[in-house]
């Protein structure tokens, strides 16, 4: 994932304002994506669409449904994140219900 284990001042700023992101976009209904039906190849073509789609009308989370299932679905869209270039971080969801079976994404900013 992008996160580092030692975070400098400004990095730790970064940071803590990507997690209040996501935080709030657990609280709330930020834009998502559902997975379910689609094998890895094509959820990795469907979540690179919705990330360009989102960062085009200036979203900053997005919520990737990938469910639990095997762990490759959810294996695939993290590797797909780890080097997308509109992606400024993402993790899993802490909500037990969603643990291991949803992702969320922090989008760049539009410049």
């Avoid at 709030?24 to 994506?33: C, F, H, R, V, W």
Wanted: hydrophobic share 35%; aromatic share 6%; glycine share 8%.
């Amino acid at each position: 994932m992008k996160e580092k284990k030692n975070i400098s001042p400004p990095e730790a700023n970064k940071h803590q304002e990507q997690e209040i992101l996501i935080f709030s976009a657990e609280l709330g209904t930020p834009p998502q994506i559902d997975l379910h039906a689609n094998d890895a190849h094509e959820a990795c073509g469907a979540v690179d669409r919705f990330l360009n789609d989102q960062f085009m009308a200036g979203e900053r989370v997005g919520k990737i449904i990938h469910g639990r299932g095997t762990g490759k679905l959810r294996e695939a869209v993290h590797h797909l994140l780890q080097d997308h270039p509109l992606v400024e971080y993402y993790r899993d969801a802490q909500a037990l219900h969603a643990v291991g079976g949803v992702t969320y994404v922090v989008l760049s900013r539009k410049a």
